[in-house]
């Protein structure tokens, strides 16, 4: 059992080691600043996955009042140094127990959120937002929020292993962010105030023909289709994909969510949709 406590802390790190090399290159590259251009105007904004901080970073630097949710503490822990460092006040709300129910099996509790209130700090929120029903009570009671943004979702190798993905028969990358995305999708339209928008950034191929950019607007029409949320606008930006060292995500070709060995042509693809 504490073989697999052990295991859990190794991939965590790992992936949040991992995701540092991927951001700073993002960082760099000034990707997460186009990411934020997008969604300007939208002064409170949840985020789904912190990684490293850096996405985070950027939120915080053009003047949202951020709460961001991940279920990887290492990435919460880095996240709560980068915005310090940078001058911010950040509550990190820690809310994991973990259940080992063996070897290649784990349940995760998350405890009930504190009503009181966290003044003008920016909140990290340890859950999971596939399911949390806690966490989403919370989230209601604190309504309603201008945005909400998933940009490049992704996840450690030890996740397979949680009841909550293995329950849901997830087997590859691409099946785990769909999952991510359609629940986001369900939570914005619980969340969201009128006009108010959600922001899906993945990596795909490059929609400069008009075939692949529908192929990928109607992925998200499909995705939206159980809620009131209406896929307004595409926008993508190339991007170089050379990165020796970071987590190796794999990319999203059109709304197949297939997995090229090599990508020709990529590009963040950011897509809205608008709560009417
Ligand atoms: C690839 S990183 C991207 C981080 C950041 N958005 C960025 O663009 O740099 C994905 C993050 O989402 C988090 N994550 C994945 N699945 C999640 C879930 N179901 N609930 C909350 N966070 C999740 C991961 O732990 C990781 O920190």
């Known amino acids: 059992m504490n073989n697999a406590i052990k295991h859990i802390?190794?991939?965590?790190?790992?992936?949040?080691?991992?995701?540092?090399?991927?951001?700073?290159?993002?960082?760099?590259?000034?990707?997460?600043?186009?990411?934020?251009?997008?969604?300007?105007s939208y002064k409170t904004v949840i985020e789904v996955g912190c990684g490293d901080g850096s996405s985070t970073l950027e939120l915080c630097n053009a003047g949202h009042n951020v709460i961001s949710i991940d279920e990887n503490i290492e990435c919460l822990k880095l996240t709560k140094n980068k915005l310090e460092q940078a001058g911010y006040i950040v509550s990190l709300i820690k809310r994991e127990s973990l259940l080992i129910l063996n070897e290649k099996r784990y349940k995760v509790n998350y405890s009930k959120i504190d009503d009181k209130l966290y003044g003008n700090s920016i909140l990290l929120i340890e859950g999971d937002i596939?399911?949390?029903?806690?966490?989403?009570?919370?989230?209601?009671?604190?309504?309603?929020?201008?945005?909400?943004?998933?940009?490049?979702?992704?996840?450690?190798?030890?996740?397979?292993?949680?009841?909550?993905?293995?329950?849901?028969?997830?087997?590859?990358?691409?099946?785990?962010?769909?999952?991510?995305?359609?629940?986001?999708?369900?939570?914005?339209?619980?969340?969201?105030?009128?006009?108010?928008?959600?922001?899906?950034?993945?990596?795909?191929?490059?929609?400069?023909?008009?075939?692949?950019?529908?192929?990928?607007?109607?992925?998200?029409?499909?995705?939206?289709?159980?809620?009131?949320?209406?896929?307004?606008?595409?926008?993508y930006r190339n991007y170089d994909n050379n990165i020796d060292n970071g987590t190796k995500m794999n990319i999203t070709i059109g709304n197949k969510m297939e997995v090229p060995n090599k990508l020709p042509n990529g590009s963040l693809i950011s897509v809205i949709s608008v709560k009417p």
Not at 15 to 38: L, P, R
């Open 9 to 40: 802390q190794q991939e965590r790190k790992k992936y949040a080691k991992d995701w540092c090399v991927d951001a700073k290159k993002f960082s760099e590259d000034k990707d997460y600043e186009w990411m934020e251009n997008v969604i300007k």
């Open 130 to 235: 596939i399911e949390d029903s806690k966490l989403l009570q919370w989230l209601k009671n604190n309504r309603p929020y201008d945005a909400i943004v998933c940009w490049l979702i992704g996840t450690h190798g030890y996740r397979i292993y949680n009841d909550i993905i293995s329950d849901r028969k997830i087997k590859t990358p691409g099946d785990y962010r769909l999952i991510v995305q359609n629940r986001i999708y369900e939570i914005a339209d619980e969340l969201l105030r009128v006009n108010g928008v959600l922001q899906i950034v993945d990596r795909g191929e490059t929609p400069d023909k008009a075939s692949i950019k529908e192929d990928f607007i109607e992925g998200h029409k499909e995705q939206a289709s159980v809620t009131s949320l209406i896929v307004n606008s595409l926008a």
